[in-house]
């Protein structure tokens, strides 16, 4: 695996916050998903992980989620093993899940389920819609919500928590592109907010630009059974803006890892 950069950054990266070691995932012996994947995560720190279609990057998110078991290798948070589900890790959704029957409000209060009393439960979710943009919104149901408004609450629910961890599977997918580039230009702020208690994020996407846009380094998977084949920092300082060359530098890189010579 290379690891490249320009600028030749020497910035010291923070403690460990989440680390796979030679994770590994197969629907039987003749059908590996993925095998060797070793990532980190470094406090206030946004990974991205990209790949072609078919390699399992949403299949390796919810293995990291550990909302299913890996077939080898082992999930660490914070330098412990993690072998269950955890409430230190929180998953965003493409599907923006939101509950139709539920307002705004229920929506991130629901997290807090027997965890919390009911007036703490209120004061905690009504922070975190503040924090995604949403105030004034508590009481409106998804339906009376635009997708961008139903994914931020999704991210609040997600934030109400308390997680370290943030992992989030292609969350602007499904958003118009207006909706997702006003959303992208803020989620960097939301989730590394000191009213939250988030240490670091992973985001899996397809779109080049957005992963160039948010994130702290790229690791690349590619080959049948996917691998990391590269890791890749990207050292530009915020806000950053696709009309810079080196911008389009890093992703014609991430283009260039991702294409087939042959198929160019």
């Known amino acids: 695996m290379n690891t490249q950069v320009f600028n030749g950054s020497s910035e010291t990266l923070g403690e460990v916050q989440l680390e796979c070691k030679d994770l590994a995932y197969s629907y039987s012996s003749s059908h590996v998903i993925f095998k060797d994947i070793n990532i980190k995560t470094y406090t206030d720190e946004l990974v991205a992980i990209v790949g072609p279609s078919g390699t399992g990057k949403s299949t390796l998110i919810r293995v990291?989620?550990?909302?299913?078991?890996?077939?080898?290798?082992?999930?660490?948070?914070?330098?412990?093993?993690?072998?269950?589900?955890?409430?230190?890790?929180?998953?965003?959704?493409?599907?923006?899940?939101?509950?139709?029957?539920?307002?705004?409000?229920?929506?991130?209060?629901?997290?807090?389920?027997?965890?919390?009393?009911?007036?703490?439960?209120?004061?905690?979710?009504?922070?975190?819609?503040?924090?995604?943009?949403?105030?004034?919104?508590?009481?409106?149901?998804?339906?009376?919500?635009?997708?961008?408004?139903?994914q931020r609450i999704a991210i609040a629910r997600a934030l109400a928590a308390s997680p370290t961890i943030m992992l989030m599977d292609e969350p602007f997918v499904h958003l118009d592109e207006l909706t997702a580039n006003s959303l992208r230009s803020e989620i960097y702020s939301i989730v590394f907010n000191p009213e939250n208690d988030l240490k670091s994020v992973i985001l899996v996407s397809h779109n080049l630009h957005e992963v160039v846009q948010l994130a702290d380094r790229v690791y690349v998977m590619g080959g049948t059974p996917a691998q990391i084949i590269n890791e890749i920092k990207i050292d530009l300082p915020r806000p950053r803006s696709e009309e810079e060359p080196i911008f389009y530098e890093y992703v014609k890189m991430l283009y260039n890892d991702l294409i087939p010579k042959e198929s160019r």
């Open 64 to 150: 990291l989620a550990n909302l299913i078991p890996p077939t080898a290798g082992h999930v660490f948070l914070n330098g412990i093993e993690v072998k269950a589900p955890s409430s230190q890790i929180s998953l965003v959704h493409q599907s923006i899940a939101t509950f139709p029957w539920m307002t705004a409000l229920d929506n991130v209060k629901i997290v807090l389920r027997n965890k919390v009393k009911d007036d703490e439960a209120t004061e905690i979710a009504k922070k975190m819609i503040t924090l995604v943009g949403l105030q004034g919104h508590e009481d409106n149901y998804p339906k009376e919500m635009s997708g961008g408004m139903r």
